[in-house]
């Protein structure tokens, strides 16, 4: 093995310390958001994100009953994408999360981008890319990981309220 550069700490431990770690600090609290405004902005999406994601579930489940035709299911899904497209990276652009609320940021990105996940295969570049036998694959997939982001989301909001 070659020699580590950086402080030996306790025999075998080297720690190389970043020497922008101040700057860096000092750049991440300029976007931190006091806990009530990151709230109000994050609500301000997660119920849209939950909202359109009943009504695409409800499209998937009729579909898949015979409800609704390959067309329309189509249709329907990719009119879904650019709202979904737009909540998501209105999610990402938020802002810092307070300590406090750091998990609930990380499980709400988590959900706005599984979201983001099931409408991907109906966007104009991707319907191409994935047939329908990719999407027969990856919706089913991206419903349950979207469910289970969904229930640790509502677990770490409820840890925070």
Request: glycine content about 4%; overall charge negative; charged content about 30%.
């Amino acid at each position: 093995p070659i020699q580590l550069d950086g402080e030996t700490i306790d025999g075998d431990i080297v720690v190389k310390w970043n020497e922008d770690c101040q700057e860096i600090s000092r750049i991440s609290r300029l976007y931190e958001l006091p806990k009530e405004k990151f709230l109000d902005l994050m609500m301000k999406l997660a119920d849209p994100i939950r909202e359109i994601f009943t009504h695409i579930e409800n499209v998937i489940n009729q579909y898949n009953s015979g409800e609704i035709d390959e067309a329309r299911y189509m249709s329907l899904m990719s009119n879904f994408e650019p709202i979904v497209t737009k909540l998501y990276v209105e999610a990402t652009d938020i802002g810092s999360a307070p300590i406090e609320c750091r998990d609930l940021s990380q499980q709400f990105q988590n959900l706005a981008a599984m979201s983001h996940e099931l409408v991907l295969p109906f966007s104009d570049g991707n319907l191409k890319t994935w047939g329908k036998a990719g999407r027969k694959y990856l919706v089913p997939m991206y419903l349950r990981d979207y469910h289970k982001e969904l229930q640790k989301f509502d677990f770490e909001l409820g840890k925070i309220n």
